[in-house]
């Protein structure tokens, strides 16, 4: 069955510093891969998403993420975070290909802390 | 992207009654909708998906009498808690599909007393 795991629940960083947040996915063909952040009681905002070629794809907020199919992964990164940052990510794969990409799968979430 | 709105964004009900959620797809006509709920520090529960002019289909494990969902046009879908309980108190949030991506509204707070 497809999944998707973000093996982290908490990260904290310190203003400034860089960041990396950890996703793998399991599904048996290309997948389509999302990131999205979602702030205390908000709705989810999508960051970036990957379908294909390039596997180093561009987001908002100088957010960047590298498909690695080999590693089935999918991390997120971010070269200096902002104290704004802090919030809860989810990383997500689309599935169903039978049926149009019906459906997305989440992760857990990883909660981003930020120090001063 | 598609702009989705819900409303209300929170509503506090007595257990034993029924609440509407609406959720708007403003720029977009959305064939497809979703339904997700979401608890504290956890990540979203799909619900079911809400198809326009026909009915929905539910999860395993979600009542569909009990949360209904009516998706009469390319705009608007509504969830409907019926009889709520306490433990239906939840984060509600709806997604309009533009496949294979998702947009998400703001979400609705829910909480049951």
């Known amino acids: 069955a497809q999944s998707v795991t973000q093996p982290d629940i908490h990260i904290t960083v310190s203003e400034g510093a860089s960041l990396e947040l950890r996703c793998n996915y399991s599904y048996g063909a290309t997948p389509y891969l999302f990131w999205y952040v979602q702030s205390p009681g908000q709705g989810l905002q999508l960051l970036l998403k990957y379908f294909s070629g390039d596997t180093l794809v561009q987001g908002i907020k100088g957010f960047e993420a590298e498909f690695k199919r080999s590693q089935s992964s999918f991390n997120l990164r971010k070269p200096s975070v902002h104290w704004s940052d802090a919030a809860e990510y989810f990383c997500a794969v689309a599935v169903g290909k039978n049926t149009g990409f019906q459906k997305l799968v989440f992760g857990t979430g990883t909660r981003l802390l930020v120090s001063p | 992207g598609a702009v989705v709105s819900q409303h209300p964004s929170w509503v506090i009900c007595k257990s034993g009654t029924s609440v509407k959620i609406e959720c708007r797809s403003l720029?977009?006509?959305?064939?497809?909708m979703f339904w997700y709920r979401q608890f504290p520090k956890q990540s979203l529960m799909l619900m079911a998906t809400?198809?326009?002019?026909?009915?929905?289909?539910?999860e395993q494990g979600v009542e569909k009498d009990k949360f209904l969902i009516n998706h009469a046009s390319l705009t608007l879908s509504t969830l409907t808690v019926t009889s709520a309980h306490p433990e239906d108190s939840s984060f509600y949030i709806c997604?309009?599909?533009?496949?294979?991506?998702?947009?998400f509204g703001p979400g609705t707070r829910l909480t049951v007393t």
């Open positions: 809400s198809n326009e002019g026909s009915k929905a289909t539910y």
């Open positions: 720029d977009f006509q959305a064939t497809t």
């Open positions: 997604s309009v599909a533009s496949r294979p991506e998702q947009y």
